[in-house]
């Protein structure tokens, strides 16, 4: 499985059109940008992911032989377009905001300059991967703002809709400042920090809970965080407290235990303590299970002693809200500003930049949308990516993205960091609107 390949992972539209642009001798230069057109309820700021696979995947653009084979098979398409296409690579210029951005609606976070026919081809699979990781590391970010000093690992690979998305939510809940993932595939492609406790089989499988302790312990010397909840959770406690010397003896410290049912903050607090009474503070809780910000901010505000947390349903699926009022649209051509005027979705035309305001204290004040051409004094958050079809620069590090990410978290007005519904001002420059007011009269 590889997540940049696929040019026929697009819709049948995209190729329709391409023969359409071709009959009609259409060549010229096509802008278009992906954007938010409006925010979902419950969520007051959207972070950029996906930019680094959406690089891959225009990077790899092309037909194979036996793609084109099967699209002549179709009887669709010409063999002047497909001998075209046999051609075909991605040969434009891309603009984006760098992953770990926060941006709001009518910003564009990716913008692409190339011949139509490549600009057109790539919207599908663009739009799928900068939606999916984007939709990810914005609900990831609510659980870091909700708990940032807490270890928070990535458990939702088994629950996630298809290899491919619970590959990426990995990575974008990493992005946005997860500790790490259970998914062993991030940590070998994405060099993600891997985290993994037991199963519940695992202790099923023993005829003595504590027999089952020493076993694993004994086979994971150096990560030993035992999984408690399977019978009796504070029963449990009490047995890593006994079996807690005759490992020491062995060399073996116990790390941690992990409560994955039931009222997670009771069993926490009766938890603690009766390791503490063993002597064993320095043995971490984790805690698993239906997890997501709101319950992490429940269970922080009821002071339960937790010292990180495996999530993953509802973070991996983004539970709550699983879907971004998200496109793809052309911006200019031939050199001419477009717009789309459709009810509840018109677009502002022409080549864009965002340039972004903050205040005395290094918080974010407000933005302004306006036209490439038109500079603004505020902090600029497009760049170039991609030029002639090739990066322009090496892909950042994690620390670099992670940093980012973590710093416009940081940078968050307080009401948006409460992660309620609070709006940001966002500013249609008069160039901007000028330039729609223009592009109106004449069409």
């Known amino acids: ?173 990493y992005l946005a400042g997860f500790s790490g993932t259970s998914t062993v595939l991030a940590g070998q492609r994405f060099g993600i920090p891997l985290y993994g406790t037991m199963a519940h089989s695992f202790i099923q499988a023993h005829d003595d809970e504590s027999l089952a302790f020493e076993h694993f312990a004994h086979a994971q010397p150096d990560n030993v965080v035992l999984l408690i909840d399977t019978w009796d959770t504070e029963a449990a406690a009490r047995k890593v407290v006994a079996l807690a010397p005759r490992l020491a003896a062995a060399g073996i410290h116990i790390q941690g235990v992990r409560i994955d049912s039931g009222d997670l903050a009771g069993h926490a607090r009766q938890v603690r303590a009766i390791l503490d009474r063993g002597g064993l503070h320095d043995t971490v809780i984790f805690a698993s299970g239906d997890l997501d910000e709101t319950v992490l901010r429940d269970l922080l505000a009821a002071g339960a002693p937790i010292d990180g947390f495996g999530v993953g349903t509802k973070v991996d699926t983004s539970g709550d809200q699983p879907w971004l009022d998200c496109a793809y649209k052309l911006q200019e051509y031939a050199g001419r500003a477009r717009r789309k005027r459709s009810e509840g979705k018109a677009t502002w035309p022409g080549r864009k930049q965002v340039y972004r305001y903050f205040d005395a204290q290094g918080r974010m004040l407000r933005d302004v949308v306006t036209l490439e051409s038109d500079p603004q004094s505020g902090e600029p958050l497009l760049a170039p990516v991609m030029r002639g079809g090739k990066r322009l620069a090496i892909s950042p590090s994690w620390d670099e993205i992670r940093r980012h990410a973590s710093d416009n978290l940081t940078r968050l007005p307080e009401p948006l960091r409460r992660l309620g519904e609070a709006s940001y001002p966002v500013e249609i420059s008069p160039a901007l609107l000028a330039l729609a007011a223009q592009v109106d009269q004449h069409s």
């Open 1 to 173: 499985m590889n997540p940049a390949s696929g040019v026929l992972l697009t819709d049948l539209y995209q190729l329709t059109m391409l023969q359409g642009y071709h009959d009609a001798g259409m060549d010229d230069t096509a802008v278009f940008e992906f954007f938010v057109r409006r925010l979902r309820p419950g969520r007051g700021f959207l972070m950029a992911a996906g930019l680094e696979q959406a690089l891959e995947f225009l990077e790899q653009l092309c037909f194979t032989s036996a793609e084109l084979e099967w699209l002549a098979s179709t009887r669709r398409f010409s063999p002047a377009l497909l001998a075209a296409l046999e051609k075909l690579r991605f040969t434009g210029d891309v603009h984006a905001m760098p992953e770990g951005t926060v941006f709001f609606p009518d910003e564009p976070i990716l913008r692409v300059t190339a011949p139509i026919a490549e600009a057109q081809l790539v919207e599908t699979r663009l739009i799928n991967l900068l939606h999916f990781q984007t939709l990810i590391a914005s609900k990831a970010a609510r659980t870091v703002l909700t708990a940032p000093e807490k270890l928070l690992v990535d458990f939702g690979l088994r629950r996630a809709h298809g290899a491919e998305a619970g590959l990426l939510a990995a990575r974008a809940s």
